[in-house]
């Protein structure tokens, strides 16, 4: 299957502060990128579709200000977490597309662990 | 009604046998299902998918897909404890576009 990276794995922030993670095809390019969230013991949640060169769609619910989602490249994407609180800390996922249509398969990062103190 | 439901579990098997993993979906003009295996703190990873009534095979794996029952399973056979995971369903379009509606996942538990 087609690589997805994540950076980084892992973060610990005070709340206030703003978190960046980046998501990455490596083998691939990658046309749309999906965002997740998954808290413990729940499935996912998909809080946006990024298309290169346009603007995010979010999911009902997912608020756009604080949840930037940046779409520069085929290759990357990036999401930034703005004033994070501590009910922000969840496991962020995000995966991509090889191509479009209902065939298309995703494959998913490895995911970034934010803890908000 | 959930979407996409799936039954929590945990699933208990014993070491070689065959697991059965279910799914059901409420969008009837659904088009792809997909399979995927998540690890406890890790990311989802892509099993199977299948477009098309019957059954699809790769390896110990067999997914089954029932439009008409609007149903979708995953065998797994000689389960292995490797297998300990929980599975989540994966449903697109055409209604949802590009985006996937996920299951809550089963555990799945392979005991030696």
């Known amino acids: 299957g087609a690589v997805v990276s994540q950076h980084p794995s892992r973060v610990i922030c005070k709340s206030g502060t703003s978190v960046k993670i980046e998501c990455r095809s490596l083998?691939?390019?990658?046309?749309?990128m999906f965002w997740y969230r998954q808290f413990p013991k729940q499935s996912l949640m998909l809080m946006a579709t990024?298309?290169?060169?346009?603007?995010?769609?979010?999911e009902q619910g997912v608020e756009k200000d604080k949840f930037l989602i940046n779409h520069a490249s085929l290759t990357l994407s990036t999401l930034t977490v703005t004033s994070a609180h501590p009910e922000d800390s969840s496991f962020y996922i995000c995966?991509?597309?090889?191509?479009?249509?209902?065939?298309?398969?995703?494959?998913f990062g490895p995911g970034t662990r934010l803890t908000v103190l | 009604q959930k979407e996409v439901e799936q039954n929590s579990g945990p699933l208990s098997v014993p070491e070689g046998a065959i697991a059965s993993l279910n799914c059901t979906y409420s969008?009837?003009?659904?088009?792809?299902f997909f399979w995927y295996r998540q690890y406890s703190g890790k990311s989802p990873e892509l099993i199977m998918s299948?477009?098309?009534?019957g059954d699809k095979e790769d390896g110990r794996f067999t997914a089954q897909l029932n439009k008409a029952s609007q149903y979708v399973s995953l065998l797994i056979r000689d389960s292995q404890p490797s297998d300990s995971a929980t599975y989540l369903c994966?449903?697109?379009?055409?209604?949802?576009?590009?985006?996937?509606?996920f299951g809550t996942g089963t555990q799945l538990k392979v005991e030696l």
């Open positions: 969008d009837r003009v659904s088009q792809s």
């Open positions: 994966a449903v697109k379009g055409p209604g949802g576009g590009n985006k996937l509606t």
């Open positions: 083998d691939f390019q990658a046309t749309t």
């Open positions: 995966s991509a597309a090889l191509a479009g249509g209902a065939r298309s398969e995703q494959f």
């Open positions: 990024s298309n290169e060169g346009s603007k995010a769609t979010y």
């Open positions: 299948i477009y098309s009534n």
